[in-house]
């Protein structure tokens, strides 16, 4: 589902894992099997998976190369570029480079890297935090904040990350 080298590019909504934090991913992994992070298949497919194995996926896919995405129209990945560097003072929404880092890289072990991640799935990430139905972040910090956030905005720091390198 990810591809061999973690740059699935079909099915959009179906995350990278090229580059990603090593300790994310076993954190996810992790999670779906306990189900503290619901989707059916990745739950499965974790169910069977050791603490080694999930060590193993996790190193595996974080020494990979992520491939971004330059296809993101220039003017909403501008915005979501000023949103990601600055945040929405009005809104109280901080910036997203506080905890994933300038370039995007995230900050082990808690903050994914978003650099390079396919749109279509920051946004539906974004819109689960917003309606509750993703509930695996510390603190409930991701969804406090993605229910600040309209769909324009949400659709723009989609974009930007996309084809962040």
């Known amino acids: 589902c990810h591809g061999a080298d973690g740059n699935k590019t079909m099915g959009t909504v179906i995350p990278k894992l090229a580059g990603q934090i090593a300790p994310y991913i076993d954190k996810q992994l992790h999670d779906f ?3 503290e992070r619901k989707n059916s298949i990745m739950s499965s497919m974790a169910a ?3 603490d080694a194995d999930m060590k193993d ?3 595996y896919f974080s020494s990979q190369t992520i491939v971004p995405d330059d296809s993101a129209p220039p003017a909403l990945a501008d915005a979501g570029k000023k949103i990601y560097e600055g945040g929405i003072a009005d ?3 901080p910036a997203c480079s506080a905890c994933h880092g300038p370039q995007g890289a995230g900050v082990t072990p808690l903050y994914p890297r978003l650099a390079g991640q396919h749109a279509d799935y920051l946004a539906l990430q974004l ?3 917003k309606a509750g139905g993703r509930a695996n972040d510390p603190n409930g910090v991701m969804r406090d904040i993605a229910a600040k956030l309209t769909d324009k905005q949400i659709e723009a720091v989609a974009a930007y990350l996309s084809a962040f390198h």
Do not use: I, Q, T, Y
């Open 33 to 35: 099997k306990s189900g």
């Open 48 to 50: 069977g998976l050791s």
């Open 57 to 59: 996926v996790a190193a």
């Open 91 to 93: 809104a109280a929404v």
């Open 127 to 129: 819109r689960n935090f």
